[in-house]
């Protein structure tokens, strides 16, 4: 069986998550949305993995979403159930417990948006455009887009691009927060690799758990997100290497974690 999602370390402790379908803009047909989930539960099982980069084969498309191909021979209970699938599974690419990095080297539509908002931060090329685009299609965004699109940049912008469903460049996703960074294509990878060493160059449970109590204290009160950060800040402190910090700083040299 052909890998359709493949998992290589690029770096220490920096992986590439990969979609595999460049004759089919990567889009998530459910042998695809299979091994996508099979390489999640691998990420999660992997000590050594600290930091992962999701992006898609070639440089035409990232992920062009669902198969509509596929989907064209389906009845409407199997649409349904499909659409299912895909945001099952990219709610488990949002919990993946380290930090995640969509590497958006093309165009990113529909159902591949909406794998890359569920990654913790979104790095494009500034040679593509990303968009919601199903209502041109009758639908609506069914794998996560109004909810988390809207979280991101304000329901105003979300329901702008959702409404119209035209999609954006670079530019004005960077001016919208959409893509934390955006870069000429030719430099897109290697700057995504530079930003993923830099983290993990850090603490692994300290990432972990700064991840945690953002994800967890987002949608709270900002008393119940402080006790959230406090539970979670309280998980690094028996660390061993939370000691090795402390020491690499009074010797004055890097320090080298192990996760522990």
């Known amino acids: 069986m052909k890998d359709l999602v493949t998992l290589e370390e690029l770096s220490p402790h920096v992986f590439l998550l990969q979609l595999n379908r460049e004759k089919a803009a990567n889009s998530l047909s459910h042998l695809l949305l299979d091994q996508l989930q099979m390489r999640v539960k691998e990420i999660n099982q992997r ?31 199997e649409v349904i159930q499909t659409v299912k699938k895909i945001g099952e599974t990219i709610n488990m690419v ?18 591949g948006l909406e794998l890359a908002l569920a990654c913790d931060l979104r790095m494009m090329s500034t040679s593509t455009k990303v968009g919601l685009t199903e209502t041109s299609l009758a639908i609506i965004p069914g794998a ?11 329901i105003g912008h979300a ?45 692994p449970v300290a990432m972990k758990q700064a991840k945690k109590a953002i994800n967890l204290g987002f949608d709270e ?15 690094t402190i028996p660390t061993t290497d939370r000691i090795e910090g402390l020491q690499a700083f009074k010797e004055k040299r890097k320090p080298e974690y192990k996760g522990e």
Not at 53 to 69: E, I, N, P, R, S
Not at 96 to 107: E, F, L, R
């Open 47 to 77: 000590s050594e993995i600290r930091v992962v980069l999701v992006t898609g084969a070639g440089t035409k498309a990232f992920c062009a979403g669902a198969d509509l191909k596929e989907r064209a021979g389906m009845s409407d209970h």
């Open 94 to 111: 949002e919990q993946i417990s380290v930090p995640t990095i969509a590497v958006i080297n093309g165009v990113a539509f529909g159902g």
């Open 144 to 154: 996560g887009g109004t909810q988390r699109l809207s979280r991101l940049i304000g």
């Open 159 to 203: 329901k702008s691009m959702i409404y119209t469903a035209r999609p954006i460049e670079a530019k004005r996703a960077h001016s919208l927060g959409l893509a934390e960074y955006i870069h000429e294509p030719q430099f897109l990878m290697e700057e995504a690799k530079d930003l993923a060493a830099c983290m993990a160059r850090n603490g």
């Open 221 to 235: 009160t900002l008393e119940s997100g402080l006790e959230i950060e406090r539970s979670c800040y309280e998980k």
